[in-house]
């Protein structure tokens, strides 16, 4: 998006493509635009961000109406969201795994604005199952535990291979201490998803909760294959 401005004269708004071409910059395009900028803000935010001159850092969500303006181009664009991108760790972003679902459950979590996160992936749920995922995680983080885990068990019924919600199942076992739990979660994940490098490291961690260390590096040595090297060791 560009805006040019000549003084004294006139504003002119409008959008460039990927081939260079000149568009009319329309309301969906703002709206595009209104909400990566408050990703961005978010993500600039966080402890250890990149700091770029010239530019000031604030909170764009500064009132209830804001935040229900956010929340609804969020829910608007929330099927596009896998065209941000992802987080290094994650190979494919998908519905569930992009830059838009680490903004709104970042938010929600620092925030504790967990009813308005829990409102808007039930919406989103009814239109896509595997939102149940993000939905768990808020659930847990908002102490409703016992709604998140009814929410995984019916869930996984329907879809039995899903990764993220085998692995938010295995995050919750790990937190609760039962680690042979989590390691059937996680050894489906794996099998769900085995060019994931998080479902690798999820196994990798139970692995060394039960002191199964050889394990670690046999079973868990795969991520190494696709250049994760120095996210394991870091992390490990």
């Not at 993500?43 to 990149?50: D, F, K, Q």
């Not at 504790?112 to 992936?121: D, I, M, P, T, W």
């Not at 609760?176 to 085995?194: D, F, H, M």
């Amino acid at each position: 998006m560009r805006v040019n401005v000549t003084i004294p004269g006139t504003v002119d708004a409008y959008a460039i493509d990927e081939r260079g071409e000149k568009r009319k910059a329309t309301d969906a395009l703002w709206l595009e635009t209104y909400l990566c900028s408050v990703l961005r803000a978010f993500s600039y935010a966080e402890e250890g961000a990149t700091v770029i001159v010239g530019c000031r850092k604030f909170n764009p969500i500064t009132s209830t109406e804001v935040e229900h303006k956010f929340l609804d181009a969020a829910e608007r664009l929330f099927f596009k969201g896998y065209q941000l991108g992802s987080d290094p760790e994650v190979q494919v972003p998908n519905v569930v795994s992009n830059h838009l679902t680490s903004g709104l459950l970042t938010y929600i979590h620092t925030t504790g604005r967990f009813a308005s996160g829990v409102n808007l992936f039930e919406k989103l749920r009814s239109k896509e199952p595997e939102v149940a995922s993000l939905l768990a995680r808020v659930l847990i983080d908002a102490d409703e535990e016992v709604k998140a885990v009814q929410l995984l068990y019916d869930t996984v019924k329907i879809l039995p291979m899903d990764n993220s919600l085998l692995d938010v199942q295995a995050e919750f076992c790990m937190s609760k201490g039962r680690y042979g739990l989590a390691l059937e979660c996680a050894k489906r994940a794996v099998n769900s998803a085995p060019g994931e490098f998080t479902t690798w490291e999820r196994l990798a961690r139970v692995y060394l909760k039960l002191e199964q260390y050889e394990l670690v590096l046999t079973d868990s040595s795969v991520p190494l294959l696709f250049g994760q090297s120095n996210i394991v060791c870091r992390r490990f």
